[in-house]
């Protein structure tokens, strides 16, 4: 094990590199589906700084080798982003890569593709300082997660062939310890009617007027969903609403709502389909309750698609993998981090919720600046989780 103080300071000494390349990161644009262009880039940063191997598999993840020793550990950073949204919002180019001497600003700063920048010299520091050891490392930027959150590692595990024991995701804690999150899942509920002239609706059966209710049961329901002393409550809201109508002078024969479920401990798919189908409003409209598929087309123009249920995970804070965490935040803070959980769902649905594999986040930033106007990293977060990401293999192999 290398002395805390000769980490810090090694990294210290990449902080040019490290600042130099994020910026490039935030100046490459990449929405979900169009993350081609970043790969490229993060690639070449990868080889100049001497891993292994470097891939790029099927879906177009690029996946960073260190070592073949016996310990598996995969680390995960997502590196598409959301839009823009209004440009005029933005106080400064969101493609930039604007750096004040102490943060970073634009989109992706803080969720999350600049974690591949403390996770590539993490890299470097342990080719640099001889922190190999029996295990190998897999550092992968994964592609569409903002669009379904899991697909991309499933793929990589079940499809690619990479088997790791332990996980690591890099969306931001703002250097704190998480070992869970609550699940999530998609659903719409359709209500059907019969249309006719808006100067006589008597004559029809409104679609909307029947979702009317079912929007306000649903508001209730959140109240009674269940609660979970570590991952909180479930939660449900309505995120969209539309309707079917011949025109603006007619009466709509087809409405349809999407929700948000946020699934907790013990929360499941059946659940809460079930929770939904059997509220009075929708067994009085005879309402369809369906969950939500995705599909798409990677840049490589890879076609895939999976269900948009995505199943809630923690691990045990006794647990090998959470302690190793709290070793290594410790050698990269100098401190004892807080050990606690994401409020939003992360591409762990995938490694921990669906396949079991141990799975614990630590990320530079803070999570409530993402999807906004004011994404920022700051490059001491940079160098401490580039510390993290180089002890903490030290701990598990």
């Known amino acids: 094990m290398l002395d805390p103080e000769t980490l810090r300071q090694a990294v210290a000494r990449h902080r040019g590199c490290i600042v130099d390349f ?27 700084v001497g891993f292994d191997e470097v891939k790029v598999d099927r879906m177009g993840n690029i996946i960073g080798r260190i070592g073949r020793g016996k310990t598996k550990i995969m680390m995960d950073a ?60 897999w550092v992968v930027g994964s592609t569409l997660e903002e669009d379904c959150d899991g697909l991309p590692l499933l793929h990589l595990i079940n499809k690619e062939g990479y088997k790791p024991d332990y996980v690591v995701i890099t969306e ?20 059907k009617g019969r249309s006719c002239h808006g100067s006589a609706p008597e004559r029809g059966d409104n679609a909307v007027a029947k979702m009317a209710p079912i929007v306000a049961e649903v508001e209730a329901l959140r109240k009674r969903l269940k609660k979970d002393e570590f991952l909180g409550q479930g939660t449900v809201c309505v995120t969209s609403i539309e309707c079917k109508t011949p025109s603006l002078n007619a009466v709509p024969d087809e409405c349809t709502i999407y929700l948000d479920r946020r699934l907790t401990a013990g929360e499941t798919w059946k659940k809460a ?77 995938a490694s921990a919720g669906r396949l079991g594999i141990p799975t614990v986040g630590f990320g530079p930033a803070n999570e409530v600046h993402a999807h906004t106007v004011n994404e920022v990293m700051p490059v001491e977060h940079l160098l401490k989780a580039a510390v993290f990401y180089a002890a903490l293999p030290q701990h598990l192999s």
């Not at 910026?23 to 990868?46: D, N, Y």
């Not at 969720?111 to 591949?116: G, N, P, V």
């Not at 920048?117 to 342990?126: D, E």
């Not at 070992?179 to 359709?190: A, W």
Request: proline share 4%; with cysteine.
């Open 22 to 48: 994020a910026r490039r990161i935030v100046a490459t644009p990449s929405f979900s589906g169009q993350e081609g262009k970043l790969v490229k880039v993060i690639a070449a940063e990868m080889r100049k």
């Open 78 to 137: 997502h590196i598409d982003t959301v839009g823009i949204g209004d440009r005029t919002a933005w106080k400064w180019d969101p493609f930039k890569g604007k750096f004040d001497g102490k943060a970073i600003y634009g989109r992706g700063a803080t969720d999350q593709k600049l974690s591949m920048a403390s996770m590539v010299y993490a890299g470097k520091l342990i080719k640099e300082l001889g922190l190999g050891g029996d295990y190998t490392l």
């Open 172 to 191: 931001p804690t703002d250097l704190k310890v998480y070992r869970g999150h609550r699940g999530r899942m998609e659903l719409k509920v359709v209500t």
């Open 273 to 349: 389909v079930k929770e939904i189908s059997g509220l009075p409003a929708v067994r009085r409209a005879k309402a369809k309750v369906e969950v939500l598929h995705y599909d798409a087309v990677c840049w490589t123009g890879l076609k895939v698609g999976q269900e948009k249920f995505f199943p809630t995970w923690v691990l045990p804070e006794s647990h090998r993998l959470v302690q190793a965490a709290v070793k290594a935040a410790t050698t990269a803070l100098g401190r004892k981090p807080v050990v606690d959980k994401w409020t939003f769902s992360t591409n762990g649905v």
